[in-house]
């Protein structure tokens, strides 16, 4: 048992009056008059010296009371094991950065020195762990090894350090710092707690998930900074790379044309001395760098030179730090996808023709070579995408058609007459089917888009939600009878509550019936803004996205297809194999190469920008998060082991509020008490 506050407890000595009281015991002063005395015995007063004490069990309870108020104010609690008072010995955990800042100049080597030397000074009977962290924290020697080889400890540490080495991943000190909290295990119980962070702590170490973290009182943390010799440097981030999108409106476009536009971040050290820079494609002729100063502390968007050779890596040099001088751009790397239009070749010229729109619709772009055959006969190469419009195929083609979609086609038809009501029976395999001739007596406008279908992704956004100015002048009136299988999905409907687009998933493919025909004589569908985002839409639906490339940073997952299994080949040339469902993530800048199945394409992983922030941070920050911070002297050790032990009564005695049932206890008394005295005082009333 242990005390909170111990003085209290000399309030205990406050017994000695009830029992002073008790022996004084004054005879009764209530006067009562009465007659006569005759029948009254007369009593000799007894001496003070010879008075005994009388009601024990009263004098229990108002001692008992006395000393259980005593022992409230005192605020016992039991010292469990885990919160006995801490030894003189420590339990160190070594926390060592190894992220990419790490590479400048030779902190990383001052670092393991360090780190050592902290190995060297600790005496067998400490506790010491080491683990270096950059995203995530990886341990390199455990307590528990620590605690079964205390002597192995440096011969152990010292041949592991040897294999590491700094990455290219960013400071996440936050995220280290709250997987090192509960590392100390129970072996570490009655040791006094310390974090020794080793590294360079620069401006750019994430700390913001620190607010999430309730720092232990008794854990103190030490830094150990590293400062290089100079920290003037040019860092250099992408800021945007402005890949063409699909095209809005129908029209010429070149093919395999480059990213046309990159701008970059660069920025420079407050305080630096550096002002002149080049910034440059690489092995690009000097003529075509761009050749600058930048003043102390600014940051600046500039526009990357003109990339005539399509190189991968742009560097900016002018300081001695080069490893956030160089940025990865993917080249161009359009995706091949093979269309056939099922008609006449000829009409591709003719403007009344359906596939004259769709030739022009379907441009080249920075991710996407379309490839548009037409013929009249099913294409000897099977087609990703097949459309079908202004001809009936022949009744011998059903079967090849509706081949092509079970076994995972894409197939857009639009209905142009009554007799197409076969074709899509064959097509679906849905009986009943039947196509009319709608109202032609005034166009029809859509009325309602179910912009949130896959079919239709590109209407997602708000800026191209808007069918009000487009006009239909003839369409079909498809009706598929209810409850068949597989089931039609209506995704546009006309203002008269005609279906407008149909969809329907046919074995492993996707059929999509279109009530009306894009070209003028069916509609504005090919002249208005709509059409070029809902080809590209329905590209995307069936595997061919248009998304520019997307732009990584270190740690970063690769983004893969759940359904393939993939080859990676990263920056070292080194090859990796991951089955579907598995992923990779990126370890290192450059370019990666990702092959799954037939389609081959490159990503490019960047440093992350922050890490070019190499200025370096005020320990107080680390303080402003609740961290307790320490020099780590032995002077100041000693008033805060006592401080520790301290608030780990405290925190003791508030978990376990013994003072509480004693509370509960000395209510008890007092009302016995009370009884008591009042029993005893009526007793010697009805005596006198």
């Not at 406008?445 to 800026?463: C, E, G, I, S, Y």
């Amino acid at each position: 048992m242990n005390w909170l506050f111990p003085l209290y407890l000399a309030g205990a000595a406050a017994i000695i009056a009830p029992i002073l009281l008790h022996l004084r015991r004054r005879p009764p002063q209530d006067r009562v008059e009465f007659s006569s005395l005759l029948f009254l015995d007369a009593q000799t007063p007894v001496p003070v010296r010879k008075r005994r004490l009388e009601n024990w069990l009263l004098l229990l309870l108002r001692c008992l009371a006395l000393i259980l108020l005593a022992l409230m104010f005192a605020r016992p609690f039991v010292q469990k094991e885990s919160s006995a008072a801490t030894s003189a010995n420590h339990a160190t955990l070594i926390l060592l950065d190894r992220s990419a800042s790490m590479r400048r100049e030779d902190l990383w080597k001052r670092a393991v020195t360090e780190a050592q030397r902290l190995l060297r000074d600790a005496k067998l009977t400490d506790r010491v762990s080491l683990a270096v962290f950059d995203r995530e924290l990886i341990p390199v020697w455990t307590f528990e090894e620590d605690r079964n080889t205390p002597a192995n400890r440096q011969a152990a540490v010292q041949s592991r350090l040897a294999g590491l080495t700094p990455t290219w991943n960013a400071t996440h000190l936050d995220r280290a710092l709250m997987a090192a909290v509960p590392s100390f295990d129970s072996s570490t119980a009655n040791l006094r707690k310390r974090i020794v962070l080793v590294g360079d702590l620069q401006e750019g170490a994430h700390l913001d998930a620190l607010r999430t973290l309730a720092w232990p009182a008794e854990l103190a943390l030490q830094v150990k900074r590293i400062d290089p010799a100079s920290n003037d440097n040019f860092s250099l981030a992408l800021a945007a790379s402005e890949v063409a999108d699909a095209p809005q409106q129908s029209g010429p476009a070149a093919p395999n044309t480059p990213a046309s536009l990159i701008r970059v971040r660069l920025g420079n050290t407050r305080d630096s001395t550096l002002r002149d820079f080049t910034l440059a494609w690489q092995d690009a002729p000097k003529a075509e760098a761009i050749n600058a100063q930048m003043p102390a502390g600014a940051s600046r968007i500039l526009t990357a030179p003109p990339n005539a050779a399509n190189a991968t890596l742009l560097t900016v040099s002018g300081d001695k730090h080069d490893f956030d001088n160089r940025l990865f751009i993917a080249p161009p790397q359009p995706r091949t996808v093979r269309l056939h239009f099922l008609g006449d070749n000829a009409a591709r010229d003719e403007a009344a023709s359906p596939l004259y729109y769709l030739a022009r619709a379907l441009q080249p772009t920075d991710t996407l070579a379309p490839q548009l055959t037409a013929d009249k006969d099913f294409p000897a190469q099977v087609p990703d995408v097949l459309f079908l419009s202004g001809t009936t195929p022949k009744a011998e083609m059903h079967g090849r058609l509706r081949d092509f979609l079970t076994q995972g086609g894409f197939l857009v038809h639009v209905a142009q007459s009554p007799a197409d009501a076969a074709l899509l029976q064959t097509l679906s395999g849905v009986q009943g089917i039947t196509i009319a001739e709608g109202n032609t007596d005034d166009y029809r406008m859509l009325a309602d888009v179910k912009t949130d279908h896959p079919l239709l992704r590109p209407f997602a956004d708000p800026r191209l939600r808007d069918f009000t100015k487009l006009r239909f002048w003839k369409h079909r009136r498809i009706q598929a009878p209810a409850g068949a299988t597989p089931a039609f999905e209506t995704l546009a409907t006309f203002d008269n509550q005609d279906a407008a687009i149909l969809a329907a998933r046919v074995g492993k493919g996707t059929l999509i019936v279109l009530a009306s025909g894009w070209h003028p004589a069916d509609s504005q569908l090919a002249l208005s803004t709509k059409f070029v985002p809902l080809l590209f839409g329905w590209l995307s639906a069936a595997g061919f996205s248009h998304d520019p490339a997307s732009s990584l940073l270190v740690g970063d997952p690769l983004p893969l297809d759940a359904t393939q299994a993939h080859t990676i080949t990263d920056p070292e040339n080194k090859t990796h194999s991951r089955k579907p469902g598995e992923t990779f993530t990126t370890t290192q800048a450059g370019l990666y190469k990702v092959q799954g199945g037939t389609h081959t394409k490159t990503v490019a992983a960047n440093l992350p920008p922050d890490e070019g922030r190499v200025l370096p941070l005020d320990p107080q920050k680390l303080a402003e998060h609740g961290l307790k911070l320490t020099t780590g002297t032995e002077a100041a050790a000693a008033p805060d082991a006592a401080e520790q032990q301290r608030l780990t009564s405290a925190d003791s005695e508030q978990r376990q509020q013994g003072w509480w049932w004693i509370l509960v206890i000395l209510l008890a008394v007092l009302l016995l008490e009370t009884w008591f005295a009042g029993r005893a005082r009526q007793t010697t009333l009805q005596a006198a």
